[in-house]
């Protein structure tokens, strides 16, 4: 399978941005994927961005994509207590998705 | 509706006793998964499926069987449980369109002693 890479744990104050990395392998993927995991709750999908798009806005959300280095970023503006969770960049490889180790986002107040 | 459950929420098994786990969609997707999520190792596909009466091996298959006898139901069995498996286990559903916009269930946090 494909080798989906994150760091695993992000501290950061309420109401600054958090930025989460993620680096993919797989350079055919068409579409990239940011999947959200709420303490003692299932994932759930948080926004995705297709290939050919550098970047892609959805409120607070901001994903960008670099192809040439196979990097995908997540950036929450203004970061609440809310989005205190782990965050799962996932990769589509066949019937199936890819998914990196998650990266643990605690908001301090 | 009801989206992605499963049954049981938690277990504790002993050393080589047998369960199975039931998930259930009522969103009539095409696609199965089913998934256990260990620390710092993210999520690892076990079994999926593509369709009803059909069944497939993901990345860690060993030391379960699936079934899927109806369309909106996804069984994964333990055979003989060992302390490897305790781990949470998730299962998801997509339709054949989408198939990687996926819904999750709540989880099943299994402990086997």
């Known amino acids: 399978g494909e080798d989906v890479e994150q760091s695993l744990f992000l501290s950061v104050r309420e109401g600054d941005s958090s930025v989460i990395n993620c680096t993919y392998t797989?350079?055919?993927?068409?579409?990239l994927y940011w999947y959200k995991q709420e303490p003692g709750a299932g994932l759930q999908l948080l926004t995705y961005?297709?290939?050919?798009?550098d970047m892609k806005q959805d409120q607070r959300l901001t994903v960008l994509l670099n192809k040439k280095d196979k990097h995908l970023s997540l950036r929450i503006a203004d970061t609440q207590t809310g989005d205190s969770a782990i965050y799962f960049c996932?990769?589509?490889?066949?019937?199936?998705?890819?998914f990196g180790a998650g990266t643990t986002v605690t908001v301090r107040a | 509706n009801a989206g992605v459950t499963q049954t049981p929420k938690f277990r504790v098994l002993k050393t080589g006793q047998s369960m199975t786990l039931l998930c259930a969609q009522d969103?009539?997707?095409?696609?199965m998964y089913w998934y256990r999520q260990d620390p710092g190792m993210g999520l690892r596909l076990i079994h999926y499926?593509?369709?009803?009466?059909?069944?497939a091996k993901g990345e860690v298959p060993d030391g379960y069987n699936v079934s899927r006898l109806k369309k909106q139901n996804f069984l994964l069995g333990l055979e003989s449980a060992a302390p490897s498996q305790t781990s949470v286990y998730f299962c998801?559903?997509?339709?054949?369109?989408?198939?990687?916009?996926?819904?999750f269930g709540p989880g099943t946090r299994l402990t086997v002693t």
């Open positions: 998801a559903s997509s339709y054949a369109g989408r198939l990687y916009e996926q819904y």
């Open positions: 797989d350079s055919s993927s068409t579409y």
């Open positions: 961005i297709f290939s050919n798009m």
């Open positions: 996932a990769e589509p490889s066949d019937y199936k998705l890819s």
């Open positions: 969103m009539n997707h095409e696609y």
């Open positions: 499926s593509v369709g009803e009466g059909t069944t």
